[in-house]
């Protein structure tokens, strides 16, 4: 089962796995599209991530071997508008799951998709599990709660437990976030400089979405055992500055845009979030596939068939 199987990252994990051989089940308001779900053995069940939802799919499907919980809050900026509904689309909707398998499927694995953004901003270089998690925005804090929770139901009741902190995920189906705003503006008016926030020397650590289901399905696969906690940065461990980001994504689609910056920060944006991945590489053998270039490329050419 794969709690918001219609998002970004969900219907990407979803049409890995089915890929895979796997019965998916997804779970959310609004399904996977795409030919892998007429195709494959995917199947949808419409509604808010409660409980009685996964009661109804478990009707309907019989018991899960893993629930991937892709759900929750996407947005930190929207988390500073409203963290009471960032923290019941996050934190809310982990109560639920966690409660569906303690009364209903005790023998589930738990995949917890977190993010970078629990970690705040903390100067270093290169970010390890291992550091202290000071969240900078109600979008980092409710994530990093989510984690507490599933780590004590794996300490007290036993449940196998993965958690992924993602980083920067961009891809096919992206809309929203820093390069859909570029392709958004510097298609609509390439002549005009685009000015962006920052300085343009912060810097990311981008994964393609397809290698960021990898990683989800990997884990779904690979049990860690009853009552153990796994932990990994889901990035590539590659660092890139904004500016240069910018820039190749400018040019991957085309244009000869000139940038600049307005040297403001945003609430919540750390200026570096870069991944230490040697655990990832380590613990999984885990290593991206699609390199960041040709991922922009990618990005910039479905971006355009999106405006025709």
């Not at 303690?102 to 270089?125: C, I, M, T, W």
């Not at 298609?187 to 990683?215: K, M, Q, Y």
């Amino acid at each position: 089962m794969i709690a918001g199987g219609g998002g970004f990252l969900g219907t990407a994990t979803a049409r890995l796995m089915a890929s895979q051989g796997w019965k998916v089940v997804t779970l959310g308001l609004g399904a996977p599209q795409g030919a892998f779900v007429r195709e494959g053995n995917v199947h949808h069940a419409e509604g808010l991530i409660q409980r009685q939802l996964f009661h109804a799919a478990m009707a309907d499907h019989g018991k899960p071997d893993v629930i991937i919980h892709a759900a929750g809050g996407a947005s930190v900026g929207r988390s500073w508008d409203d963290p009471r509904g960032d923290f019941n689309l996050s934190v809310g909707s982990t109560v639920e799951i966690l409660d569906f398998i303690r009364e209903e499927a005790p023998e589930a694995r738990l995949v917890l998709v977190s993010s970078a953004a629990v970690y705040g901003n903390q100067g270093k270089d290169r970010l390890s599990e291992s550091d202290p998690c000071e969240a900078m925005s109600p979008y980092g804090l409710h994530k990093h709660v989510c984690e507490e929770l599933v780590t004590g139901e794996a300490r007290m009741n036993g449940l196998d437990v993965s958690i992924v902190r993602l980083f920067s995920i961009f891809g096919e189906g992206l809309r929203k976030q820093l390069l859909w705003d570029i392709m958004r503006r510097v298609s609509a008016d390439p002549e005009t400089t685009l000015d962006l926030w920052g300085s343009g020397d912060e810097t990311r650590d981008f994964v393609h979405v397809d290698d960021a289901a990898a990683i989800l399905a990997t884990l779904s696969a690979r049990p860690g055992g009853k009552g153990t906690v796994r932990l990994f940065n889901g990035g590539s461990g590659t660092a890139i500055s904004v500016r240069e980001l910018a820039s190749m994504l400018v040019k991957a689609a085309g244009y000869d845009t000139p940038l600049s910056f307005n040297g403001k920060a945003r609430s919540g944006d750390p200026v570096n979030l870069v991944a230490d991945a040697t655990h990832l590489r380590g613990g999984l053998g885990f290593s991206p596939k699609v390199n960041l270039e040709a991922g922009l490329k990618r990005y910039a050419d479905w971006f355009k068939t999106q405006q025709s």
